[in-house]
């Protein structure tokens, strides 16, 4: 993966975004763990606007370009949206959009703080918790997979008799199938129940359960602290 220091854009490419002065001006927000940046770069530049590049770590060639290559920080999105309303005082912001999950709660942040079209705040929110989003869809009657939800320090073997097999365990906050694990067998569940509880290293996971390949299954919460496994 490439380190979103403006990521390993070209330089002729980031002097190009340097140089133009059109009318629309985009901010880019990119994870530091992306790949994508260069591709982002060149679709900016194709549609000719003028690129702003935010990151959660300094940028080795900031100082050469201070208004093209920020830092933001991230896990802050209050502090995030503080400082682009700053910045957009003396360069308005178009647009923002952000790079892989791990930038979308600020970027809904920063797209509030300057009044831009984006997706709200406790919508970005609930889409980094899985069980959240789950329960959130399911008050508001969208269709979607059922779940259930089973404590990290829940027995494995008690947790499997209610489960409805094949299905998959899902971390409740990671994403890209990080920790993602499939589990046909109650058998197969408590093994997988161990090896999610591994890796996720006490963090809370969310699950649903169906008929596999069907996404139907049954619901069930037990609180914050728990471990989602989906089908």
Known sequence: MYTATAGRVPRDKLCFAAAMAPSQRLLLLIPTTTYRTEDFVDAARSLDVDL??????????ATEFP???L?????????????????????????????DD?????????????????????????????QVMRELLAAAGVPSPPFIAVRVDEDPAAAARRVA???VLKPRVLS????????DTPSWWRASCRASRSRSRGCSRTASSAPWPSSTSRTRSTGPSSRRRST
């Open 165 to 167: 097999y094949p299905c």
């Open 71 to 99: 830092t933001l920080p991230f896990a802050d999105p209050a502090a995030a949206a503080r400082e682009m309303r700053r910045y957009a005082a003396r360069r308005p912001i178009d647009a923002v959009v952000p790079v």
């Open 102 to 130: 791990a930038t979308t709660v600020v970027a809904s942040a920063v797209g509030e703080a300057l009044g831009l079209r984006v997706n709200p705040l406790a919508a970005a929110q609930a889409t980094r918790d899985k």
């Open 67 to 69: 208004d093209h290559l």
């Open 52 to 61: 702003v590049i935010a990151s959660d770590r300094p940028n080795v060639m």
């Open 176 to 183: 890209a199938s990080r920790g993602v694990i499939r589990a």
